[in-house]
């Protein structure tokens, strides 16, 4: 029996090489793979990426690969959640059935894919109609899969095991509000136990693949995170995997002729996936900016990659003109996705400020460095509970927003999650055991501290001088603070405010909130916040 191929979470096969009739004793696979949607059914504002590009694209790849006798996959590393107003407000709807119509033959489940309450992920699988998948979430009640673990698919003769597999960081990173009843077990464990159960149900498995949402951290060194697929490979036996097609780190996974991370990859250019234990490691990016192309020779038990390519999806350079070939846009992806996109758009695009400069909520700012952006949401959220100060992570800044006029789309693309705005009254030697946790976060994770009316010093692993507002915390004063429910439920690793005494929750959003704090008080002057 051959090895079941792990797929990890959002990518695509497809292959289009002619062989000779000599090389007729060998099998031809192609994957087709992309990941981390985040609602990006539509195309943006340059016309870059969109699904009805990739559908035109994918149908291409799929054509020419199959016309070469090659077996065909398309795959998703998962994240098809959240970052886009016209998804969110219908809760991914169109791209569901865009992936659906693109013709996936498989996906991760994500931890995005927990931003809502679950009856959504129950409908987004009606809407799917393929396999979604995770082999490590179980029912904390009696240790079953929550989700389908894997599926067999056969195509050309081939007989290939797909299984899923999700970061364990979702218990807290999603909402604990949905994932409070799941376990997220340790990867490995999960995979070794699903590939034995293939292993003994089925006969003749001739690829193994995982589909993963774990991220892809070189060499192994994860950080904060979760670890993720190189740590996952080098766990399982030597080509246990032959392929894991993942996501969540929302990174091209390019390396060098020494395995280092390929610092001179972009769009266009060659990418050489990652290969740890014998298992090829490879991931898209993010928001259908590319299509992942593998294309895989197998002879018995000789698995061989003999060419693989991400193919940009109109993206363009710093002149604005397209890199590669331009792709058409399918008339049946558009005729299916054009009401999705007009839903509320009016409503949408109505103005509601002005801001004199860039805000900045890019992932390597706000995971990295205080931001103007992030003091003008908390800022908002103070005043909303009439707190002191105030906090959140960096991670739920999802969006920047450009100078010029705000329409309430831009505001629901910084905060697509509708995290409702809490409170907590402390009193000083309380907060100070708090904050020792929150502040001690690194960098380059979505807990990283942003703050305002806050500030503080570390030392030696320990915190010192802090003051509110400019004045020296004291120990038996009651101090307010402004956070969001996500945050105060534990999300992201916060200790967990919700039930304490001094937890006042509320029922207004944090979309809600901003929004009319920019309409108070616009224009906003970044340089005065």
Known sequence: MRKLLALSVAITLSGCATY???????????????????????????????????????????????????????LSGGDINTGVPESDLQYAEPDFKGMRLLGYDAMAIGNHEFDNPLHILDKQIEWAQFPILSANILNKNDASHAYQPYTIIEKNG???????????????????????????????????????????????????????????????????NAPGDVTLARELPKGALDMVIGGHSQEPVCVDSLGNPDKGFAPGKACKPDNQNGTWIMQAHEWGKYVGKAEFKIEGEKITLENYQLIPVNLRNDTGEVIGEYIQEDQDMLDLLRPFQKIGKGQLDLPIGFTDAYLDGKRDTVRFTQSPLARLIIKAQKESVKADFGLISGGGIRHSIEAGEISYKDVLKVHPFKNRITAMNWIGKDLIDYLEVVTSFPTDAGAYLQYEGLSFDRKDGKLVNVKINGQALELNKTYRMSINSYNAAGGDGYPILVGRKGFVPSERTDAEVLKAYIEKYSPIKVSEL
């Not at 979702?170 to 464990?189: M, Q, R």
């Not at 892809?216 to 950080?223: E, I, L, N, Q």
Request: hydrophobic share 35%; proline share 2%; no cysteine.
């Open 158 to 224: 081939l007989k290939i095991g797909v299984i899923g597999l999700t970061t364990v960081d979702t218990v807290k990173i999603a909402n604990p509000e949905y994932v409070g009843h799941l376990d997220f077990i340790k990867p490995s464990i999960a995979a070794k136990k699903v590939l034995n159960d293939i292993n003994n149900k089925y006969e003749e498995i001739d690829v193994t693949i995982a589909v993963t949402h774990m991220g892809h951290y070189h060499d192994a060194k994860y950080g904060i």
């Open 20 to 74: 000779t009739a000599q090389q007729s004793k060998a099998e031809y696979l192609t994957i087709l793979h992309t990941n981390d949607n985040h609602g990006r059914f539509w195309q943006n504002e340059k016309g870059e990426y969109g699904m009805s590009a990739r559908k035109t694209l994918v149908d291409r790849l799929r054509n020419e690969a199959q016309e070469n006798g090659h077996a065909v996959l398309l």
